[in-house]
């Protein structure tokens, strides 16, 4: 390999090396930090995270991807082609960014979310106002100063989903609320006919543990390359595609967060497992994008997990983990595990309503930066919307609007990432089993390599060498779209709810 | 404060907020990262040693520390003076020392150590014979680049024991050797009068590990700023004085090691939790130099965990834990935990043998960079200096000369900071009695406090703001010395064995 691009190479490796090493701090902060290491990570994490800073953004690192990009072609799937490609959008997108905005920004993201912690715990948005005020103005300025381009929500939106702009999001994101709406409200009218009383009750942690270990080995996690254990907010990370951590919580009564809850971060962990061996180290060595890695999580947790087919091996198990539950027959189990009631707070949203919470978010974000509502009536706006798409109007703005943390954290354009995916789960499912017919049956016996295999093969292994958009149209031959979505939930159901 | 030593000050705290980070990796690794980890591990530990380096060793840190030293008096007790040393005496080991021999003897570091663990494995010296021969070589380059000194182990020394000069650490070792000799062997002599029969048997892991959690909380290591886990060989480390991290292993036949490993660590760790609040962040902020940190350990795991009156209290405590040793008397277990016996392993040798392990060490270190010893012919040297101190001869070269990683690891000159720390560990301790003679009855009833607040007063508050010669001065009125030592050995192993 030739020496510019060798260079930048070497380069680009070392800053990913930094940047793992900042991820594994924060790992640690959710898993193992005692309470009073915070002040002295702050520090750490911010020593590390200048020291990516430094090594990436220089004048340096612009020549090397300059004199790289004429060493490679300017078409083709190498390796080499997509690594120049990220170099000059990442670079780019940090050199536009003058360094007191960032610095500006930082500091206003730690502030804001102390702010929000308190809001929330008082129930009280005048609290947070000021602070989201200021968190939207400086978020506006970083979008503008990253350039002109159709939408402003672009820049936004790119952070985390580059490739997909903000018409193509509105335009899946819009039809998945056409066909959502009345699909919520058909079920709503039966709400009474599916129930989850067999699932309540006390389930011994240890065994739930037992489970959610057995479960996600039994999808193909490898624990010589990777762990599971428990934070509070669960999420999962890796080091490497050899050291991927999962995390989950346990909770008494509610036996179904863990194990769903586990499939869920087992779905992002695969992801990272198998991406492939030549981008290992390398910048591309990771999820393609937010929605990418969302539709690996969901169709694991839902398309998978909520299914008939998974239960008719799993349920045996379960029983043998909770003789409690020995009476409960398949059919009921799995109602009770898709039972779907419009809620207030998203993170505890069933698969049927969650898109909806999403798409209230998209609409105000870029509603926001348009200017079209104000940070101030974001209240009254939060509640109109959801009593529009989901008929109930949270009692208080901890329920509302203050419930999520991302808005104070400066993360707008990330929310529409969870909505795409739901609509990339089913594609790539639709189109595993068109290619591979026995996957339900070998869910059924309990059997899930096939789809890993087939997930492996069309995704993971292609790490960030492309968009979603690109995976989604080799993978299926479709854009990216929300009928196959809708269409699923359709027919899921109606069969459920006897629609 | 000043201008340019502000700006020291703030790039210090930075490289050392990056060189904690990169020993976080390193915790990590013992204790939670997954097989697969390491290579991806190795990378971000040298992108982020790298980056620690890059960030200290340039020139313009060394114009921040002149013009620092412009500003700061030149005598006094100030974190400003103590600091300002520190970076120059650091800054100028580092620019000594040529980029390529530092490349070369990190790289020879981790090929050597390979060949060492097959080495042992076959015990076959000859395999490790040319790698050795390599790194003395390596360590002889680096001793002679750091300039003239009046003899060139202290250039190994100063690594680890910085303001103890090779003719000091020979004093206080060759008294060690002159007295522990006859001792050891009057102790030989009796050696079926002492029995450790009592502490054999199976010892539930669980209860081990509450007994383990339980005499580190009444020592005062404080678990809202720190943590107590497994691992393979166990360490301590800290992330930040409020960010401990104590590491112990269980076995169910070994039921002191993992009693007394956890006091040996909690020692450490105490030191680290209790230096001053003024130094957090900066690179003052830590034990002084491993002779300190291992007077600390020492004094906590021997001259307390083994002495009678601290077991008055804790041997009801153990009873309670393992009701199998309700039939031992205080006596007999006193003299159970204490018994002495040669043996070859020194990391499985006594109190009282000990220092005779690490006197060997440090005159063969010392003979091989004269050139009075060739490395060909350690294994010979080895043996007869063990048959002549501890009257035994190792059965095979994986017990003698191949048994320890540091020379692999190129750590020359870290020996001698294990005997220092014992006799500096008497020092203090007949210290502080002469302050508090209050502190054997506190310890006697189960209260550690008194001594722990000695401690903290007299050594730990200073963290690296003194040499040890220094600390030991002002803590005791003397320099550092054998002589307590060896009266304090004398009288517990005549007590214990009648002699």
Not at 241 to 263: C, H, K
Request: charged share 25%; with cysteine.
């Amino acid at each position: 390999m030739s020496s510019a691009y060798s260079a930048l190479l070497e380069r680009l490796r070392e800053v990913h090396s930094l940047e793992k090493a900042s991820e594994l701090l924060e790992w640690d902060q959710q898993v193992c930090m005692p309470r009073g290491g915070g002040a002295a990570r702050m520090d750490q994490y911010g020593a590390l995270k200048g020291a990516a800073h430094e090594r990436f953004a220089g004048d340096e690192v612009g020549r090397l991807i300059d004199a790289a990009a004429r060493e490679v072609p300017a078409e083709g799937d190498s390796n080499e082609i997509a690594l120049v490609r990220w170099a000059r959008r990442e670079w780019g997108r940090k050199r536009k960014l003058p360094a007191d905005l960032v610095a500006e920004l930082a500091r206003q993201t730690s502030l804001a979310q102390e702010v929000w912690v308190e809001a929330r715990t008082r129930k009280d948005f005048s609290v947070f106002l000021p602070s989201l005020e200021k968190m939207v103005a400086l978020k506006r300025r970083q979008a503008e100063a990253l350039g002109p381009r159709a939408d402003l929500y672009d820049a936004w939106l790119e952070e985390f989903e580059p490739g997909f702009p903000t018409t193509e999001t509105a335009r899946v994101l819009g039809d998945m609320k056409t066909g959502l709406v009345p699909l919520v409200k058909a079920v709503a009218a039966k709400a009474g006919s599916v129930s989850d009383a067999p699932l309540r009750g006390r389930f011994d942690l240890a065994k739930q543990r037992a489970l959610s270990e057995e479960i996600a080995r039994a999808m193909g996690f490898d624990f010589e390359r990777g762990r599971l254990d428990v934070a509070a907010h669960p999420f999962s990370m890796s080091c490497s595609p050899d050291d991927v951590r999962l995390t989950t919580r346990y909770a008494e009564d509610q036996v179904l967060g863990s194990f769903f809850g586990t499939m869920h971060e087992t779905g992002h962990g695969l992801y990272e497992q198998n991406v492939g061996d030549s981008l290992k180290g390398t910048p591309l060595c990771g999820g393609a994008t937010m929605a990418m890695h969302e539709s690996q999580s969901r169709l694991w947790e839902n398309i998978v997990g909520r299914s008939l087919g998974f239960w008719k091996h799993w349920l045996p198990r379960f029983q043998e983990h909770f003789p409690q539950a020995a009476g409960i027959g398949l059919s009921d189990f799995v109602r009770a595990v898709n039972r779907a009631q419009s809620s207030c707070i998203r993170v505890e949203a069933d698969e049927l309503t969650y898109s909806l919470h999403i798409l209230l978010r998209f609409e105000l974000e870029r509603d926001l930066l348009a200017g079209r509502v104000q940070a101030a009536d974001l209240p009254r706006s939060w509640n109109t919307r959801m009593e529009e798409s989901l008929g109930i109007v949270p009692p208080d703005d901890a329920q509302g609007v203050l419930q999520d943390v991302h808005w104070a954290a400066g993360l707008f354009g990330y929310f529409p990432t969870y909505a795409l995916g739901n609509a990339i789960s089913v594609q790539l499912w639709e189109s595993a089993l068109s290619a591979s017919p026995g996957i339900p049956g070998d869910i059924e016996q309990g059997r899930m390599a096939p789809l890993l295999g087939w997930l492996r093969e069309n995704v993971h292994r292609h790490g960030k060498k492309l968009t979603a958009p690109e995976l989604v149209l080799r993978a299926t031959g479709r854009p990216i779209e929300a009928e196959p979505y809708l269409r699923y939930l359709r027919a899921k159901y109606s069969e459920l709810y006897k629609l």
